[in-house]
Nanobody, 125 residues
């Protein structure tokens, strides 16, 4: 069973930056689509960003577009989420997700079979 482990979360002031990492126990090239979701207390798990295969295709939620950048390094079995200009509303637990095939429904959490345990990001005002 593949394991995804997120790291890099923490407490940061508004306007600051964090870089989240997702370590995958198997070759990430086996996972066509990798994504980041986030979940704030009392809310649903929301799509943040997705990256397909070699990184040629990326899509972002409107709320993070222009501030966050998703990337992956298949040689290192890693995925990343660079978060800049953070806002208090970005506060949430951030999850890395992966699926082996397909891109359809990339923004729907139910489409992903593999998940990490999450990392907390807290942005103070």
């Amino acid at each position: 069973q593949v394991q995804l482990v997120e790291s890099g979360g923490g407490l940061v002031q508004a306007g600051g930056s964090l870089r989240l990492s997702c370590a995958v126990s198997e070759r990430t090239r086996n996972y066509y689509t990798m994504a980041w979701f986030r979940q704030a207390p009392g809310k649903e798990r929301d799509f943040v960003a997705v990256i397909v295969w070699s990184g040629g295709t990326t899509v972002y939620a409107d709320s993070v577009k222009g501030r966050f950048t998703i990337s992956r390094d298949n040689a290192k079995n890693m995925a990343y989420l660079q978060m800049n200009s953070l806002r208090p509303e970005d506060t949430a637990v951030y999850y890395c997700a992966a699926r082996q095939t397909g891109y359809r429904g990339y923004g729907e959490a139910i489409r992903y079979k593999y998940w990490g345990q999450g990392t907390q990001v807290t942005v103070s005002s």
